[in-house]
Structures are given as structure tokens and as C-alpha cells.
């Protein structure tokens, strides 16, 4: 494999001769602008990346930048491009070499949403902390849009992203196997881990001349082979993981086990072993792909995916201190690139920050960085961390503070084992778990150095640890835990437990919880001697494979005991290329290759989650269920060893309903819909004033703030005054000097009085009060009320004017609603052919025990709206209203005696073909009471019987 390249050779003048040197620190090009002011007429590489720009070498887009300018390429970022169309893509024109891909500092699925699956609230990386700035799964994304938008040009993808994916791997996010990301996002060539040394042979030979498809022997890249292409042969150096197909399958085997078992089939059995056999093999791919992470005894990888196949390289080799002095000492401008008006969060934390060094040899099952940065530790000088931190100082003035040494784990710095030659054939995941290697070096004499240089430096105020250290091996060295606690921590220190399960450390590759309790003790009885007052913050785990309900009980056990109130915990999220995930997916370890429980359903993770936060009153109904599943009842009550009292405080008790809680979310919404409302329309106030004007039916639509209110008799236009649209409150409302109700029934009351047919003027018509419009409706139509009690009285009124026209009914029998038989015979047989009055549905349905009539008025009201009949049928208009204001009154009287006789009907129509039984069961339904059933079960409706024997067993009740 060719590992040539030697950063440290960038500082080399004969290896730069022709290159400008940087006089001033600026930031790379973002626009075409910026491209021309640099006097470059092309560009050499486009860097497309998911983050903000920040020229920082905390921010991978920065740094790799950096670095390749460093070597003469000319470097522009498309940062954050619109992924809807490959305009974006095009705006820097065809790039010489190539576009190098990343989705960014995080892996956009997780930088999207929670770990169960929710959409998360802001993005650290991106301006303002506003989401949707990347796509799903942005490396595919956006190596689709740069191929579309120059075919051709070689794609070199990288990043945490497409790192963790170069192999087929579980992806929680879908529930299932994909493939690896060079053959669904179609890389050219993918370049993982950290990637410096990678990224510069291949422009290097790129810019030699060389094409994307004879560049396959780079250390630290993945490429693809083609159908026609050979496999390499497996061999001392190769190794083929299982392919593809063989580890696709989805389905769970437990579940297919058991349901072969219940229906007793051949065939769901051979498909649950066929299930099991692909996860075992996925359990194997994991372990080969782990056992090859030492760059110095791994192999190459070869996985087939049908026809295609993919190859890994080896991993690069370790930076050397020398290499890492040379990264971090280009001239970064620590800010984000000046075009952004909102601030990124990312930027504040990292602001004053300063790396230590690279990589973990802690190997935790959950963590990615072994397999990105690596196990060995790749650690900068004293001095040019140093020369950084002073440069700082005397920029900010004085009394600089470093918010943190960074690094993933801070106190194993320039720690090594003790023979170089045993750790380069070592295969172990973590140094440090089960017990820790007793080739490790773990003396924190380096470390101890740099701390108090640093806090000595001119201008220097104090040096934080912010990004947590390592406790077990904090142990070896109670010096350095003193001058932690003295000089280093800023009154809260971040460890990680993760568990307090021995069993579940065990598959954490964390050590036993008497090694954390351990520095516990140690570091709180210093702050004690000190005189200081200190905490420690714990990160805890939920949900973590096989984790049940009964040992997180025990977490929150043990946080009750020491008195541990964790304000934050993370849930397990099963990333690809993680030791967890493979035992998520398959429920086996695969270090140990037992099985373990797997908590996958979102409820018990839910109550995983709630146990480690006990104390607060918005788990307490979930903390409940779990005490009460786990068997641990005697937890819920008002014992000092209780974790929960017996009933919820008034908090929970609101916090319980889900309909509560999105009603207080809709209306914070609402305030600040309203709050927006107000900043938009703050000349409210003065269309209102104005609203009485009259104006056009375009300009009144068009302005969104008015409704057509009173109309001009006799013209078309409309007062703008009758009702205005408040885009506050939502809703219609009248305006200040529109018409009143009252007022309007004094001007009618002046008009002339109205003849006999004259119909000429029908602006005159008085208004019905069915029409009225519903204010309390924000879409400008009727409330659900009105407009059912509406459509029933125009029913009635049409049947009472059509009825009075043709028989001559007036008076007081025909307003209370009465119906005699004269009256009804007098129907002409045009409307009864017509299906006006049939006797299904109408009056002519009758029945008399007593000689009581029953009629029910309800056909014409289907075929007749009195609206419609012209006005010279009709008699004043004031007396029309008046009678069908008595007519609803008195229908309403008569409504409950109708529906007494409907029952009474039914009883009777079904009598003859109901059984005892049946009986029986209609009087326990629906009581025993005369006249209780008022509508009746449905199959006693009609004329035939629902069973029993023919006239028996149904006894007649009188009405």
C-alpha cells in the first residue's frame, strides 16, 4: 500500500517553490466574488460540506481546506448548497481535479433526529441554529446533485458520515441492511477516518495526471469493482467479509421461529433459520471488520453486493507529532466565514478551545471513534500547544480562559504502550476493558506538564477540562486528580459511568461501577480539603442492549442513594459501525457471542429514559409503569428508599394527559403566531379607522383584511365596514363604524311599506334569519349548530308555505303543527306521483290504538324551498315571518310526542315475527318502560321477523 506522503513536507520550501505563501490569514472562497478577487480563473477542487464554513480545525471542512491550499490547490466551499436541484452545484463551474464530498461534523441522521426518531429542534452546525439547512442522508444527496451537474468530474467522498458506512452496515433509521454508501451514492473513491494524508496523494496524483480508477492502492480508502472486474483472491493480506446478500435479511428469526412453531410450517420454519443464519454472519462481518482496524496488521477487505463488489484498504497510519504540529499551526481565522449574520452555536463552544490530540483506546461498544480517529493517540507537542494558547492570549488582551483542552478523552495524552511491537499486532478493541493492558502506559506525568505551563502562560487566566476525562485511569494518578480539582474544573466535571451494571459495563467495554465510586470518593474528598464546591456530571445510558427494566431500577436506585440528579441522559442510538449496534440488530454480543436482551420497542426505551430522571415530575406516571413492571412496587410510596410517592403531584397530573400537553404546545404556538401577527400588521389600527370607506371588489379581495359586509341597495358595490378580518385574533369582526343591528331595523322600519306583487325591487327583501352569518367561524361560513338547525327549519317552512298554498290550511290547528285527515286528502295526485307525500315517508303513515293520529310531515321539505316561489304567491312578509316563527316554535313542542309515536310504531309493525327471546333482549336494551324504546334495535325494524317461530313469543303493549 503506498503511505508516502509526510505532512510535515508542506513546510518544505522545495516542495512549495512555486506556491504563494499566505500573508495574512483569510478565509476560502464561498462565491464566484470571492473566486475572482483571488485572481483565480478556475478552481482545482470543490469542497462541498453539510456544515457552515468555519475556519477552524475543529470544523473538518476548515481544517482539510486548510490543508490542501497549504499545498497549492485552489480550494472553494460549497457549504450547506440547495440539494433540490444542482444550480448550486454549478456556480463555481467544472472543478479541474474533483469534488470532495462530506456531510459535515455529524452524521446527518443524527444531526436530524432523536433516538426515537424524532425530528430534532435545531442544528449546532448550521446559522442561527435552524434545521433543514442538509438533507437526510447528505452524502448521498449531494453526490447525486454533483454528478448531474458535471459528469465526469472524479466524486472523493469522506466524513463521519461515509466512514461509518464504507461496508454494509444496519441502519436504525429504516430497520434494515444497506449496502455500503460507495455504491449507493456511486464514490469514485471514499476516503475514511480523519483522511489528511489520504486526501493529499490523491489530488496529488490526480493533478499528475493520473485518472480516479488507477488510484486504488491509498491507505485509508474504499473503491468499487466493477461487474467485469476480478475479486481479489483471499490471501495473508485480503479477506473477504460475508457479502452482502448474506447478511441482507431483515426479518427477525425469533419472530418467524415462533410463528413456524404456532402454525406448525415447514416452510416460516426454513425461513427463520435462514433469518438467523444472515444475522449470525452479520455478527462475523462485524468482528472481522473490528479485528482489521490496527493499521499495522489489517488487512484488506473485500465484500461483494451481487455483481458489484467493494475493497477497504487498510487504515492509514498514525499522524506523528511532528505531522500533527503541522496541521493545527496553518493559519486559521477561528471564525466563521464573514458572509453569515446569525451566529452557529458549534462556533461558540469550540471558540477558545484548544486540541490536544487524536484518538481512544478506550474501544467503548457504543463510541465511533476508534474506528474513525483510531486506537493509537496521536498527540501535538507541548510546545506548539503552548505557542497556541499564548498567540490567543495576546490576541484577547489578557485573562484568556481556555473553556477546554479538548479531546475526546482528556487525560490520555501522550499515552502510548510501553512496546510499540506488541501493540502493532494487537487486536483488542479497548485497552482498558475487561482490565486494563498491562503494556499500557499510564503515567499522567505528560499531561500534568502541559496543565500547569499552560495555566502559567502571560495573559492566561485559567485552563478548563470541559470534554471529560477517563476516571479509571484517573485512578493511577491521585496527583493529578488533586490538581484537577484545584486548578482545572470549572464547579462541574463532566464522567461517564453510562450504567451502573457490571453486567452491562461488560458489554459497554466500560469498567465496573467500584472503579468509577472509586474516583468519586477520591475527587470529592480533595474538593472537600480544597475548600471547594464541586460536582460531578454523570452521562448515563437508556436503552442500551441488554439493559432490562429491572436493572435500570437499579440505576435509578443507585442515583437516589448517592444523591445524583443527572439534568441530562442520552438514549442509545444504534449508529452504523458500532460494536452496540451489531448487538442491537442481532441480539448477540458479538465480543463474547452471547445473546443479549434487546429493548426495541419505543415505549419500554420511553421507560428505560423516565427511571434515570425520577425526581422530575414529568416522568412520574412513566417512572410508575416501569416500577410497576419490573416488579418493583415496594419503589412507589413515602419511604426515604422510595423513588416516587404514591400519587402524582398536580404537575404530573397535568403533564399526564398527551391532550394537555398539545394543547399547551398549540398554544405557545398561537402566542407566537400572534406576536408575529402583531410585528406584520402594526397598522391595524389604521385600516380599521379607515375601513369605512368604500372601495372596489378587486382592492377589497386583494388586501386579505376585509369581508363583504352590507350591501348598497339597488348597486353592486359593498361596505367595506361591515365586518373586518383580524389576522390576530383570527376571526371577523365588526368594524368601528359599520352598521349596527339596531340601526338597520330602523331603516327598514322607514322604508315603504312593500305591495302586492311588486318584485321589481329585490334589494328590499328582508333578510332570513337562517342566513345570518356565524361569527364564531374563522372560514366565513356557518357554525356546525346553526347551520343543522338552519337546514331543518328551511324543511319545515318549505312543507308549512307548500302546504298551506295548495289545501287552504291556515289557522291555528295547522301552526301547532296538526295534520288532519281532510287536509291531507286534499294533496293533489300530481305531487304524490311526484314522491313529494308517499306514504313511506311522509303524513299519510298512520297508525290508532287509541284513535290517535300520528303523522310524520318530513317528504315535501325534499322538493320545495319557499325561497323560490315568486313573491305574488305570497301573502305580507311580515305575516309570512310571524307564521314560521309560530310554526318552529310549536314543531318544537311537537317533537317528543312524535318520536313517542315512531317507537310505538315500530313495536307494533314487528310484533308478529318477534320471539320471547328477542323480547327479552329489546327490554333489557333498551328498558321496560312504555314507550322507552324509542328507536329499537335494527333487526326488529320492518315487517319480517329476525327469527324464533312465525306470531309467537313478541307481546303486544299498548301505546
Known amino acids: 500500500m503506498s503511505e508516502t506522503i509526510q505532512l510535515s513536507d508542506l513546510f518544505n520550501d522545495s516542495n512549495r517553490s512555486a506556491r504563494p505563501e499566505l500573508q495574512t490569514p483569510a478565509p476560502l472562497p464561498m462565491t464566484p466574488e470571492e473566486v475572482a478577487e483571488r485572481g483565480w480563473e478556475d478552481i482545482d477542487v470543490v469542497f462541498i460540506t453539510g456544515d457552515a464554513y468555519v475556519d477552524s480545525p475543529s470544523f473538518a471542512n476548515g481544517l482539510l481546506a486548510r490543508v490542501l491550499e497549504k499545498d497549492g490547490f485552489k480550494v472553494a466551499i460549497l457549504s450547506q448548497p440547495d440539494w433540490s436541484s444542482a444550480d448550486d452545484f454549478q456556480k463555481f463551474g467544472c472543478p479541474r481535479l474533483a469534488f470532495c464530498i462530506s456531510a459535515g461534523n455529524m452524521d446527518s441522521m443524527i444531526n436530524h433526529y432523536t433516538a426515537n426518531r424524532k425530528v430534532r429542534n435545531d442544528d449546532a452546525y448550521s446559522p442561527g441554529g435552524k434545521i433543514g439547512r442538509r438533507p437526510d442522508r447528505a452524502t448521498l444527496a449531494y453526490c447525486q446533485r454533483a454528478r448531474e451537474a458535471f459528469p465526469g468530474v472524479p466524486i472523493i467522498a469522506g466524513g463521519i458520515e461515509a466512514s461509518l458506512r464504507r461496508i454494509a452496515h444496519y441502519d436504525y433509521w429504516s430497520d434494515k441492511v444497506r449496502r455500503s454508501i460507495v455504491l449507493d451514492a456511486k464514490i469514485d473513491l471514499l476516503v475514511y477516518g480523519m483522511g489528511e494524508r489520504a486526501m493529499l496523494e490523491i489530488l496529488r496524483r490526480l493533478n499528475a495526471g493520473e485518472t480516479i480508477k488507477d488510484i486504488r492502492d491509498v491507505r485509508g480508502t474504499v473503491y468499487k469493482l466493477g461487474k467485469t472486474e476480478d475479486l481479489p483472491e483471499e490471501s495473508d493480506v485480503v479477506v473477504h467479509l460475508p457479502s452482502f446478500d448474506e447478511v441482507e435479511e431483515s426479518r427477525d428469526p425469533i419472530q418467524l421461529a415462533k410463528l413456524a412453531r404456532q402454525k406448525k410450517d415447514p416452510e416460516l420454519k426454513k425461513q427463520a433459520d435462514e433469518a438467523r443464519n444472515a444475522r449470525l454472519l452479520f455478527v462475523e462481518m462485524t468482528k472481522i471488520a473490528f479485528d482489521n482496524i490496527n493499521p499495522y496488521c489489517a488487512k484488506t477487505l473485500v465484500q461483494e453486493h451481487g455483481e458489484e463488489a467493494i475493497v477497504v484498504n487498510p487504515p492509514s497510519f498514525p499522524l506523528s507529532e511532528s505531522d500533527m504540529d503541522v496541521l493545527y499551526a496553518l493559519p486559521f481565522t477561528r471564525k466563521a466565514h464573514p458572509s453569515y449574520t446569525e451566529p452557529i452555536p458549534a462556533v461558540e463552544i469550540v471558540r477558545s478551545s484548544i486540541q490536544t490530540h487524536r484518538g481512544c483506546f478506550g474501544g467503548c461498544s457504543f463510541c465511533a471513534i476508534t474506528a474513525h480517529q483510531g486506537k493509537f493517540i496521536q498527540s501535538r507537542s507541548e510546545s506548539a500547544i503552548l505557542s497556541e494558547i499564548g498567540d490567543l492570549a495576546k490576541n484577547a488582551g489578557g485573562n484568556y480562559v481556555v473553556s477546554d483542552l479538548n479531546a475526546p478523552t482528556a487525560n490520555m495524552y501522550q499515552m502510548r504502550g510501553k512496546n510499540q511491537d506488541v501493540c502493532k499486532q494487537c487486536k483488542r478493541a479497548s485497552c482498558l476493558c475487561p482490565e486494563i493492558c498491562t503494556n499500557l502506559d499510564v503515567d499522567h506525568s505528560a499531561y500534568l506538564k502541559l496543565l500547569r505551563n499552560a495555566r502559567n502562560l502571560e495573559g492566561v487566566k485559567s485552563v478548563l477540562i470541559a470534554s471529560g476525562i477517563r476516571t479509571d485511569l484517573a485512578n493511577f494518578s491521585p496527583e493529578f486528580v488533586e490538581e484537577l480539582a484545584a486548578h482545572h474544573t470549572g464547579g462541574h466535571l463532566k464522567t461517564a459511568p453510562e450504567h451502573v451494571n457490571d453486567n452491562i459495563l461488560r458489554l459497554m467495554n466500560k469498567p465496573p461501577i467500584a472503579n468509577y465510586e472509586q474516583f468519586c470518593d477520591l475527587y470529592m474528598e480533595t474538593s472537600r480539603r480544597l475548600g471547594k464546591e464541586q460536582y460531578l456530571v454523570p452521562y448515563l445510558i437508556a436503552g442500551f442492549p441488554g439493559c ?217 327583501r328582508p333578510r332570513s334569519n337562517h342566513r345570518r352569518f356565524d361569527d364564531s367561524s374563522s372560514k366565513g361560513g356557518w357554525s356546525h349548530e346553526r347551520r343543522s338547525e338552519s337546514r331543518s327549519f328551511v324543511k319545515r317552512e318549505g312543507e308549512y308555505d307548500s302546504f298551506r298554498r295548495r289545501s287552504g290550511a291556515e289557522g291555528e290547528d295547522f301552526k301547532k303543527g296538526r295534520f288532519d285527515d281532510r287536509r291531507e286528502d286534499e294533496r293533489s295526485s300530481s305531487d304524490r306521483r311526484s314522491g313529494r307525500f308517499d306514504g313511506k315517508n311522509t303524513t299519510s303513515s298512520r297508525f290508532s290504538k287509541n284513535r290517535k293520529n300520528f303523522s310524520s310531515s318530513r317528504g315535501d321539505a325534499e322538493s320545495f324551498d319557499y325561497r323560490s316561489e315568486p313573491r305574488t304567491n305570497r301573502r305580507n312578509d311580515a305575516q309570512d315571518q310571524s307564521d314560521k316563527r309560530t310554526f318552529r316554535r310549536n314543531f318544537r313542542d311537537s317533537e317528543q310526542e312524535n318520536r313517542e309515536d315512531r317507537g310505538r310504531r315500530q313495536r307494533f309493525e314487528s310484533r308478529d315475527g318477534a320471539s320471547s327471546n328477542e323480547t327479552a333482549k329489546q327490554n333489557r336494551g333498551f328498558g321496560k318502560g312504555q314507550g322507552s324504546n324509542l328507536r329499537g334495535p335494527s333487526k326488529f325494524r320492518g315487517n319480517k321477523p329476525s327469527g324464533g317461530k312465525p306470531g309467537g313469543g313478541f307481546k303486544r303493549r299498548d301505546g
Open 548 to 764: 432490562t427494566l429491572r436493572d435500570m431500577v437499579e440505576v435509578a436506585e443507585y442515583l437516589k442513594k448517592n444523591d445524583i440528579r443527572p439534568e441530562q441522559v442520552q438514549d442509545f442510538i444504534p449508529a452504523p459501525f458500532q460494536l452496540a449496534t451489531c448487538a442491537y440488530y442481532t441480539g448477540i454480543d458479538p465480543v463474547s457471542s452471547e445473546q443479549v436482551y434487546v429493548p426495541k420497542g419505543l415505549r419500554e426505551r420511553r421507560l428505560q429514559h423516565a427511571l434515570l430522571l425520577y425526581y422530575n415530575p414529568a416522568f412520574y406516571h412513566d417512572v410508575k409503569s416501569a416500577l410497576k413492571e419490573a416488579g418493583r412496587e415496594d419503589l412507589i410510596g413515602n419511604g426515604e428508599d422510595a423513588l416516587i410517592p404514591p400519587y402524582p403531584s398536580k404537575d404530573a397530573a397535568l403533564r399526564r394527559s398527551s391532550r394537555i400537553k398539545r394543547l399547551i404546545r398549540q398554544s405557545q404556538k398561537e402566542a407566537r403566531e400572534k406576536e408575529e401577527f402583531r410585528s406584520r400588521f402594526a397598522d391595524l389600527e389604521e385600516t380599521k379607522q379607515s375601513s369605512g370607506k368604500r372601495v372596489g371588489r378587486d382592492r377589497a379581495d386583494s388586501s386579505g383584511g376585509y369581508r363583504s359586509g352590507a350591501r348598497e341597495f339597488g348597486t353592486g358595490s359593498r361596505y367595506v365596514g361591515s365586518k373586518v378580518w383580524d389576522p390576530i385574533d383570527k376571526r371577523w369582526k365588526r368594524a368601528e363604524n359599520a352598521e349596527k343591528p339596531e340601526d338597520r331595523n330602523e331603516r327598514d322600519a322607514k322604508r315603504e311599506p312593500r305591495r302586492d306583487g311588486d318584485v321589481s325591487d329585490k334589494s328590499r
